[in-house]
């Protein structure tokens, strides 16, 4: 049964950083694409970030380009999403989410299974 369980989320002032995890179950992280995609309040999900299968190349949303950064334990079967120099704008819902198939783009209709999400908050 796949299964992915967010961790990390937080409140953090403009400028701070936070990591977030992705606890993957029943498969193994290195054969699944694996996305970060938010939602704020009253607005569509947007896809963050994502990790392809097989070659492990990563995307980035323009919003987010040189802040956050993806990465992938595979032993652990985990997945990160480090982010840095937070906006206020990047408050919302994060989920992690997971693909069979070769995602190299950041839409949240490319996602087979989802997690729970987590809340990040970035104000003063």
């Known amino acids: 049964q796949v299964r992915l369980v967010e961790s990390g989320g937080g409140s953090v002032e403009p400028g701070g950083s936070l990591r977030l995890s992705c606890a993957a179950s029943?498969?193994?992280?290195?054969?699944?694409?694996i996305g970060w995609i938010r939602q704020a309040p009253g607005k569509e999900r947007e896809g963050v970030s994502c990790?392809?299968?097989?070659?492990?190349?990563?995307n980035y949303a323009d919003s987010v380009k040189g802040r956050f950064t993806i990465s992938r334990d595979n032993a652990k079967d985990m997945v990160y999403l480090q982010m840095n120099n937070l906006k206020p704008e990047d408050t919302a819902v994060y989920y992690c989410?997971?693909?069979?198939?070769?995602?190299?783009?950041?839409?949240?209709?490319?996602?087979?299974?989802w997690g729970q999400g987590t809340q990040v908050t970035v104000s003063s």
């Open positions: 989410a997971c693909a069979q198939t070769y995602v190299t783009g950041n839409s949240p209709n490319d996602y087979d299974y």
């Open positions: 029943g498969f193994s992280v290195e054969y699944y694409s």
């Open positions: 990790i392809s299968s097989s070659d492990s190349s990563t």
